[in-house]
C-alpha cells in the first residue's frame, strides 16, 4: 500500500506521527520502538532560552483523557540543537520543531533558526498552548494575529510551516483560514481543550494555573467534529490531533478529510500505539481493497 502523505514540500513515509508534548523528544519512545517507522516525531515545543514551566501539580487523569498544565517546559533553542537533535538523526527519525516562543519575535526567530538546521523536516508553529500566560492560545484566539504572526513566520523559513491550532478560538474556521491565507503548508487541529479540575479538600482548583488542558478519547468526537469542518473550507492539509488511540479512530479522522494524524494522550498508555495504529490502518485498508492512502483521505465526505 502508498501511505506516503504529502505537506507542502514535505513527504512523510505514512500518516503517523507523535503529538508535540507527549513523548519528550523522541528519546524515550525510541525505548520501546524503531522512532524511524513514524511519519514523523512532533518535539516538545521550543523557546529560545530554556523554560522550567508551570509550578505545582502538572498532570491528572481524568474520565477517558488527561488534563495538564506543563506549562511548556522545554531545554531550549540551543540545548536541543546540541543535546535532542543529534539523537533523534542518528535513528532516522523524521522531525517537526514544534515553536512555541512568548512573543511575535521570539517565534519568527525560532523559524529562522530551525530553517537553516539539517535534520528538521518542517516547523510546527504553536498558536494554541492554553497553558501559558503569554503567548500560545494568545495568538490562536484572534485570526488577524495569527494571520500576521504566521506571515512573519513564513517570511523567514522555506521550510514546510505547519500551523497548529485551538479549539478554544471562538471560530475555529476563521482561524485555518487565516493560516491558509498567510502561507501556511498545513493546519494541526486540535490542541487540548480548556479544563477546570477542582480539589474538593482545599476548596481550590487543582492546577495552580486554574485551567488546563484536556486530551484524550474523551476530546474525540469534537476534535473530530472540527476537523470535518477545518476541511471543508481549507485546501490545505490537515492533521488530526484528539484522542486517536485505534487504527479506526485514525481512519475516522481521515475519512472526514485529515491528511494524517497525531498520537497524544494514547502515548502514555502504551509507548507503541502509534506503530500498532499504523499497521491497524494498513491491515484495514488491505481488507477493504484500498491500495492508495489517497483513497482513504476525505471519502466519507
Not at 524515550?28 to 505545582?56: C, H, Q, V, W
Not at 512568548?102 to 508553529?125: K, M, P, Q, Y
Request: proline letters at 5%; aromatic letters at 4%.
Amino acid at each position: 500500500m502508498d501511505t506516503r502523505v504529502q505537506i507542502g514540500a514535505l513527504t512523510l513515509a505514512n500518516p503517523v506521527t507523535v503529538a508535540s508534548g507527549t513523548a519528550g523528544y523522541g528519546e524515550e519512545l525510541s525505548e520501546y520502538m524503531d522512532i524511524s517507522r513514524l511519519g514523523a516525531l512532533f518535539t516538545k515545543g521550543l523557546s529560545i532560552e530554556p523554560r522550567p514551566g508551570n509550578t505545582g501539580n502538572r498532570i491528572i487523569e481524568t474520565p477517558s483523557g488527561v488534563m495538564n498544565s506543563i506549562g511548556l517546559e522545554n531545554v531550549g533553542i540551543e540545548r536541543f540543537l546540541s543535546e535532542k537533535l543529534p539523537s533523534l538523526r542518528a535513528r532516522g527519525a523524521t522531525v517537526i520543531a514544534n515553536v512555541a516562543g512568548h512573543s511575535i519575535e521570539e517565534n519568527v526567530e525560532l523559524c529562522r533558526i530551525l530553517s537553516d538546521t539539517e535534520g528538521i523536516s518542517a516547523i510546527e508553529l504553536n498558536v494554541s498552548c492554553p497553558n501559558v500566560k503569554e503567548g500560545g492560545i494568545a495568538f490562536g484566539k484572534d485570526p488577524s494575529m495569527l494571520h500576521g504572526l504566521t506571515v512573519k513566520a513564513r517570511a523567514v523559513t522555506k521550510s514546510p510551516l505547519i500551523v497548529k491550532l485551538s479549539p478554544n478560538a471562538p471560530d475555529i474556521i476563521l482561524c485555518a483560514k487565516a493560516a491558509e491565507d498567510a502561507g501556511a503548508d498545513a493546519i494541526s487541529a486540535m490542541n487540548t481543550f480548556l479544563a477546570l479540575k477542582i480539589d474538593i479538600e482545599k476548596k481550590a482548583p487543582y492546577f495552580d494555573n486554574t485551567f488546563a488542558g484536556l486530551s484524550g478519547p474523551a476530546i474525540r468526537p469534537i476534535a473530530l467534529r472540527m476537523v470535518w469542518e477545518i476541511c471543508g473550507n481549507v485546501r490545505i492539509p490537515v492533521i488530526g490531533v484528539g484522542g486517536v488511540t485505534t487504527p479506526s479512530d485514525a481512519i475516522e479522522f481521515m475519512m472526514s478529510g485529515a491528511s494524517a494524524v497525531s498520537i497524544g494522550a494514547g502515548t502514555m498508555v502504551d509507548p507503541c500505539v502509534s506503530i500498532r495504529i499504523l499497521e491497524g490502518i494498513n491491515a484495514w485498508c488491505s481488507s477493504h481493497g484500498i491500495h492508495r492512502l489517497s483513497d482513504l483521505i476525505g471519502c466519507a465526505r
